[in-house]
T-cell receptor, first 114, second 114 residues
Framework: NAGVTQTPKFRVLKTGQSMTLLCAQD?????MYWYRQDPGMGLRLIHY???????AKGEVPDGYNVSRLKKQNFLLGLESAAPSQTSVYFC?????????????FGEGSRLTVL | GQQVMQIPQYQHVQEGEDFTTYCNSS?????IQWYKQRPGGHPVFLIQ?????EVKKQKRLTFQFGEAKKNSSLHITATQTTDVGTYFC??????????????FGTGTRLTIIP
């Protein structure tokens, strides 16, 4: 099993460009999450999904959109990238809720916005 | 909203010395999870504590959950170079609804001096 796979792993964007990060999991998990990690700030939740076709806002959702059209995939979109969105993005999934189950993380996607 | 603070932010220890990181929540937690992130890697689940006053051990690692379920600690005995990394605690953001959102602490970065 591959677990949680994120693509791309690295990307450089210019301000105003758009892009999509793809997260795929092969563990049949219901719950999926997108976090961003910045130095000294830990992991902050952007959006999450409790099942196919559902999404919800996390702690820092502004400037991002998500979609969960298939259970195994969770897409994170940036419509108009800003330098403040330079970060490392982690996708995670869990079998049940984050309250009762461990999170499995992907390897991360490093995004730089110039 | 809920805040989860960790101290210290950084810790440098001589190999063989002990290490402790502390996690404090502004609200009572239904459970707390601990993760380890190696440099350049992704967070990996270590353990989950649920009961008030709970203590769990994994080889040289000892995890404690406070009696009031608002704080937790991770203690490593006789550190080794393999312990290098950042240690995060994480708790459910909204204990009332048994939610899907974990709030991560700011992390403690451990470096080992050989």
């Amino acid at each position: 099993n591959a677990g949680v796979t994120q693509t791309p792993k690295f990307r450089v964007l210019k301000t105003g460009q758009s892009m999509t990060l793809l997260c795929a999991q092969d563990m049949n998990h219901e719950y999926m999450y997108w976090y961003r990690q910045d130095p000294g700030m830990g992991l902050r939740l952007i959006h999450y999904s409790v099942g196919e076709g559902t999404t919800a806002k996390g702690e820092v959702p502004d400037g991002y959109n998500v979609s969960r059209l298939k259970k195994q995939n969770f897409l994170l979109g940036l419509e108009s990238a800003a330098p403040s969105q330079t970060s490392v993005y982690f996708c995670a999934s869990s079998l049940r809720t984050a309250n009762t189950g461990e999170l499995f993380f992907g390897e991360g996607s490093r995004l730089t916005v110039l | 909203g809920q805040q989860v603070m960790q101290i210290p932010q950084y810790q440098h220890v001589q190999e063989g010395e002990d290490f402790t990181t502390y996690c404090n929540s502004s609200t009572t937690l239904s459970n707390i999870q601990w993760y380890k992130q190696r440099p350049g890697g992704h967070p990996v689940f270590l353990i989950q504590l649920v009961k008030s006053g709970e203590v769990k051990k994994q080889k040289r690692l000892t995890f404690q959950f406070g009696e009031a379920k608002k704080n937790s600690s991770l203690h490593i005995t006789a550190t080794q170079t393999t312990d290098v990394g950042t240690y995060f605690c994480a708790g459910p953001q909204d204990p009332i609804f048994g939610n899907e959102k974990l709030t991560f602490g700011t992390g403690t970065r451990l470096t080992i001096i050989p």
